[in-house]
């Protein structure tokens, strides 16, 4: 049977203890900090360690917002992930993240979105829960996108950073709260404009690849820019208009969390005050497709968010995709203390006859243990990232 709506009935995030400043930046790549606040609002960002990975930070999150729904890890039907940096290509990061959650039943799966992957997996749970087929959906966007980085590229490496936030969505008999509009968009004519050249069936990893440091994220960034300062407040107000609501009478936006220029001029666009938009990437960075599940999470623990609440979520990324979301909060902000019975350690599943790996990359490890020399300018990796975009396009 449907229920009368789909709510949201718990919510949590994890962040690596391991701060990476923009000092410690500074170090290793020609910027400072001075650059990377005022272009992008960004402080620290937090770098997983090397017993983790996306399914851990993933798990404990889940098993947060399994906590404060109130409900127990076999109650939830479906588990989604969104994440650009899975624990491998297969299995997916979901199926490792329901054993690490305790859940025994659930079906589950990764979706891939890019930044814009919290709001789609939201938007599929919901869809699932809506139909009456599911009744409990555990969203998760987790990332590990430290270890995807060339940290000699400054206009790169000093963007993104590690998490993951959750939530619950569960099918209720009260009517009215959750979802009350949605709007996704993909562009594929930005196919290229942030990607990750190898890896995939168009480039296999080969010694030719991983030299050209292919296997690293590319950015034109400022065609990105550009593409989210445009996008986000069309995809916002697309929502609240299908929710059929105005943009003055949302309490709070919830925005991917990429650059604080481009959450202003979302402001801007839709004639509202900077306080109605939550912003945490000075502490973050860009965690992708986590961030607007960690904003949630910390905007109601925070005291931001109270039942009745008209909230948006909104994110773009890679794809190009954009997704925006505009919900009723409905569930007792209080229960998010819930939250901490749940120790901040997942347990995956190891493969089988796997030897030790070392899952930080050489330099980054430099950079966390503070040495490593600093690199020149203009090196990013040999073949420029047009080279490669002109080779793929060909
Ligand atoms: O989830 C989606 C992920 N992507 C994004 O959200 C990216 C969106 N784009 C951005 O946030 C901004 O475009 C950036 C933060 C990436 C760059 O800021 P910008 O104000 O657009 O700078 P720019 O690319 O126009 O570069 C201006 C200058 C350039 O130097 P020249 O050519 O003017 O001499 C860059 O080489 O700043 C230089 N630059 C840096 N300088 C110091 C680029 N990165 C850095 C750096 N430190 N880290």
Redesign the pocket.
């Known amino acids: 049977m449907n229920p009368a709506s789909v709510r949201i009935t718990g919510w949590g995030m994890y962040a690596p203890e391991r701060i990476l400043s923009n000092a410690d930046l500074e170090r290793v790549?020609?910027?400072?900090d001075e650059?990377?606040t005022s272009?992008?609002g960004i402080r620290e960002r937090r770098v997983a360690a090397a017993h983790e990975t996306t399914a851990t930070l993933a798990a404990i999150a889940g098993k947060r917002a399994v906590a404060v729904a109130g409900l127990e890890p076999d109650d939830i039907d479906v588990i989604l992930v969104a994440t650009l940096t899975p624990d491998y290509w297969m299995p997916s990061t979901g199926a490792l993240v329901k054993e690490a959650l305790g859940n025994t039943r659930a079906a589950a799966m990764d979706v891939m979105a890019?930044?814009s992957g919290f709001v789609y997996a939201y938007s599929v749970a919901d869809a699932y829960v809506r139909s009456g087929l599911y009744k409990n959906a555990l969203v998760i966007g987790s990332e590990t996108l430290t270890r995807f980085l060339d940290f000699s590229d400054?206009?790169t490496c000093?963007?993104f950073g590690d998490g993951a936030g959750a939530v619950v969505l569960s099918g209720s008999d009260e009517a009215g709260g959750g979802m009350q509009g949605l709007e996704m968009t993909t562009d594929p004519d930005g196919a290229y404009m942030?990607w990750l050249p190898s890896g995939g069936s168009r480039s296999p990893v080969s010694g030719g690849t991983l030299a050209r440091g292919e296997h690293y994220v590319r950015?034109e960034?400022?065609e990105?820019?550009r593409f989210?300062t445009k996008t986000m407040a069309t995809t916002a107000l697309k929502a609240i208009e299908r929710a059929g609501w105005t943009a003055d009478e949302i309490d709070l936006f919830i925005p991917?969390q990429?650059?604080v220029?481009?959450i202003e001029s979302v402001a801007k666009g839709l004639n509202l005050p900077m306080d109605k938009m939550f912003v945490n990437l000075d502490r973050y960075g860009?965690t992708?497709a986590a961030s607007v599940g960690i904003a949630l999470a910390e905007a109601v623990d925070s005291g931001r968010i109270k039942i009745g609440d008209k909230i948006v979520l909104v994110a773009?990324?890679?794809g190009l995709t954009s997704g925006g979301i505009a919900l009723e909060w409905t569930t007792d902000p209080t229960c998010g203390a819930r939250a901490a019975s749940v120790e901040p350690v997942a347990s995956v599943r190891e493969p089988v006859e796997w030897g030790q790996v070392d899952p930080i990359p050489e330099r980054l490890r430099q950079i966390l243990e503070g040495e490593g020399p600093p690199v020149p300018l203009d090196d990013v990796a040999p073949g420029e990232p047009e080279h490669a975009h002109r080779e793929v396009l060909a």
């Open positions: 790549v020609d910027t400072s650059w990377i272009r992008t890019a930044c400054r206009s000093i963007l942030i950015m960034g400022r990105t820019y989210a991917h990429a650059n220029r481009i860009n992708s773009f990324g890679a």
